[in-house]
């Protein structure tokens, strides 16, 4: 088991930078893949950003490809987001997710943990 709650999410106008963060609890936390998602109203889940165990593979989505940057810190049991030149369309609730698969992978199954997640709002 490995309990995830994510902090950071806010308010911000277009072209506003935010950073994430999520807090691991539990198993020991280089153990897992992570992942970030986020779901806006009325849409599915999506795939956002994953890291791998010791950092060296990272994954995004073509959306925020070149904006976000995803990263952990295995000592501080954490995992950030880092999101630039936010747009209004990144407006959705924000989730940290774990994965015990072997590679890193960006759909939503292999992910057996979720935290509780955390809202941002980019306003234009």
């Known amino acids: 088991q490995v309990q995830l709650v994510e902090s950071g999410g806010g308010l911000v106008q277009a072209g506003d930078s935010l950073r994430l963060s999520c807090a691991a609890s539990?198993?020991?936390?280089?153990?897992?893949?992570m992942g970030w998602f986020r779901q806006a109203p009325g849409k599915e889940r999506e795939f956002v950003a994953a890291?791998?165990?010791?950092?060296?593979?990272?994954k995004y989505a073509d959306s925020v490809k070149g904006r976000f940057t995803i990263a952990r810190d295995n000592a501080k049991n954490t995992v950030y987001l880092q999101m630039n030149s936010l747009k209004p369309e990144d407006t959705a609730v924000y989730y940290c997710?774990?994965?015990?698969?072997?590679?890193?992978?960006?759909?939503?199954?292999?992910?057996?943990?979720w935290g509780q997640g955390t809202q941002v709002t980019v306003s234009s």
């Open positions: 890291i791998s165990r010791s950092g060296s593979t990272v």
């Open positions: 539990g198993r020991t936390f280089s153990y897992f893949n």
């Open positions: 997710a774990a994965s015990e698969t072997l590679v890193v992978l960006t759909t939503k199954g292999a992910y057996g943990y």
